[in-house]
């Protein structure tokens, strides 16, 4: 004769039949969601490095362009300045045709001197012409200042600026300063012309920049009256 199963195992196999039905013993589904990897993450920060990297030295490029163009603009600013004075000085009177004094005025930070009529330039006169280093009214620093007028006008002309934010204006002339026979018969650079009946045989113009201006000026030496 066969036993049935006891008491206890039927009432056993009832509670899992039950947990099963009630579903509190069943495997958890899979919900098809999953987070990021640790290796994902590392590569994400790593594009991320990467493309900042990437940014910041665009960036830093384009300033560095815009400075350069900025240096360059400046600078040729400084070459038609200089062309300018080679340009006007070359046109120096030499000598009066009426053996009138030469009008000529040479210090250490200031030239005058009478310019011979243009025809090409339009300048049908002879023209005064000064050049100096002079503070320009609501700017910074000194200017290089021309004031240009005819010869005959009735009103000065109202000065130019040449260059803005400039530290000082050097001039120097080298010429034979005194009369023959004597010790300064010898031709020589001086930081003023005191002859008053010729002009020096050359001219040098130094324009200083503050020490963080990035323009330049190259030693410029001028012949006067070399279009005369």
């Known amino acids: 004769m066969v036993e049935g ?82 340009r006007t000085l070359a046109d120096a009177v030499r000598r009066n045709g009426d053996g009138g004094r030469v009008t000529f005025l040479g ?22 012409f000064d050049l100096v280093a002079a503070a320009i009214p609501g700017g910074t620093g000194l200017g290089l ?25 050097g001039l120097r002339y080298f010429g034979v300063q005194g009369q023959p026979g004597s010790a300064e018969w010898q031709p020589r650079w001086a930081t003023q012309w005191l002859r008053k009946d010729r002009l020096p045989s050359l001219v040098e113009v130094t324009v200083v920049f503050p020490a963080s201006d990035s323009r330049r000026w190259p030693a410029l030496i001028l012949p006067l009256g070399a279009g005369s």
Do not use: C, K
């Open 5 to 86: 199963p006891s008491p206890n195992a039927r009432r056993a196999v009832d509670s899992g039949t039950r947990a099963v039905r009630d579903g509190r013993g069943a495997m958890p589904a899979e919900t098809g969601e999953s987070g990021f990897t640790l290796v994902e993450m590392l590569v994400s920060l790593a594009l991320t490095a990467l493309i900042a990297v990437l940014l910041i030295q665009s960036l830093q490029a384009t300033g560095l362009i815009n400075r350069n163009g900025q240096r360059l603009a400046a600078q040729e600013e400084v070459q038609l300045v200089r062309g300018h004075l080679r």
């Open 145 to 169: 200042v021309e004031t240009a007028e005819l010869a005959d006008a009735a009103t000065a002309e109202r000065p130019e600026i040449l260059l803005e934010g400039i530290a000082g204006l």
């Open 107 to 128: 210090q250490g930070d200031h030239l005058t001197a009478m310019i011979e009529a243009n025809y090409e330039a339009e300048r049908v006169s002879r023209m005064r």
